[in-house]
């Protein structure tokens, strides 16, 4: 069983920066793809982010490309999601989630374990 525990969401004004994080127990995520999804009030979940198990490839989607980081630190069992240029329109819950295969997937479905959400606040 894998434990994901995000932290580091909070306001922020629009055009300012956060970093979220996805700290790992249970077992070592060093081989597992890693995704950030985010989920806004009355709106479905949607993918964000997604690292592959060795974090040689990565994915985002289109509204976030140039402003989004992931990357992971395998030593940690960490997961990181850099955020700048922050807009309003990110405004949501964001999720950590943990596939068991190396590949990279844009799909919640296609994760087996989640975390509980942080938010995170783009005020204009």
């Known amino acids: 069983q894998v434990l994901l525990v995000e932290s580091g969401g909070g306001l922020v004004q629009a055009g300012g920066s956060l970093r979220l994080s996805c700290a790992a127990s249970g077992r070592t995520v060093s081989f597992y793809s890693m995704g950030w999804f985010r989920q806004a009030p009355g709106k479905e979940r949607e993918f964000v982010a997604a690292i592959s198990g060795r974090g040689g490839f990565t994915s985002y989607t289109d509204s976030v490309k140039g402003r989004f980081t992931i990357s992971r630190d395998s030593a940690k069992n960490t997961v990181f999601l850099q955020m700048n240029s922050l807009k309003p329109e990110d405004t949501a819950t964001y999720y950590c989630?943990?596939?068991?295969?190396?590949?990279?997937?844009?799909?919640?479905?296609?994760?087996?374990?989640w975390g509980q959400g942080t938010q995170v606040t783009v005020s204009s």
């Open positions: 989630a943990a596939d068991r295969t190396q590949v990279v997937r844009t799909r919640s479905l296609s994760y087996d374990y």
